[in-house]
């Protein structure tokens, strides 16, 4: 059973940073894919950033250039370093592990292919 746990959430001011953190436990050898979700209330579920489990890492549009996704296989930890931060990034944060354990590229992987998601954790970006 994959368990995530994420951390590093919190507030923060227009323009600031946050680094999130996710920990995987269960199937610890999984080469699926992982990455970050966000729902705003109101909103539906958008992702943030995925990577596979060749290091291959995706971004939506509107966050390359600030956010970096990263990991710590041995850790088994990913990792999401948020800068410069817009009001409109508040929201929930979720991290997520694929339904499939195997290796795939996911770069056009959406919610729905996602089966393990953590508790998430909220970031609240203040103008």
């Known amino acids: 059973q994959v368990q995530l746990v994420e951390s590093g959430g919190g507030s923060v001011q227009s323009g600031g940073s946050l680094r999130l953190s996710c920990t995987l436990s269960g199937y610890t050898y999984s080469k699926g894919c992982m990455g970050w979700f966000r729902q705003a209330p109101g909103k539906e579920r958008e992702k943030v950033a995925l990577?596979?489990?060749?290091?291959?890492?995706t971004y939506a549009d509107s966050v390359k250039g600030r956010f970096t996704l990263s990991k710590d296989s041995a850790k088994r930890t990913l990792y999401l370093q948020m800068g410069s931060l817009k009001p409109d990034e508040t929201a929930m944060y979720y991290c997520?592990?694929?339904?499939?354990?195997?290796?795939?590229?996911?770069?056009?992987?959406?919610?729905?292919?996602?089966?393990?998601w953590g508790q998430g954790t909220q970031v609240t970006v203040s103008s």
């Open positions: 990577v596979d489990s060749e290091g291959t890492t």
């Open positions: 997520a592990h694929s339904w499939w354990f195997f290796r795939q590229r996911c770069e056009t992987s959406g919610p729905g292919d996602f089966g393990y």
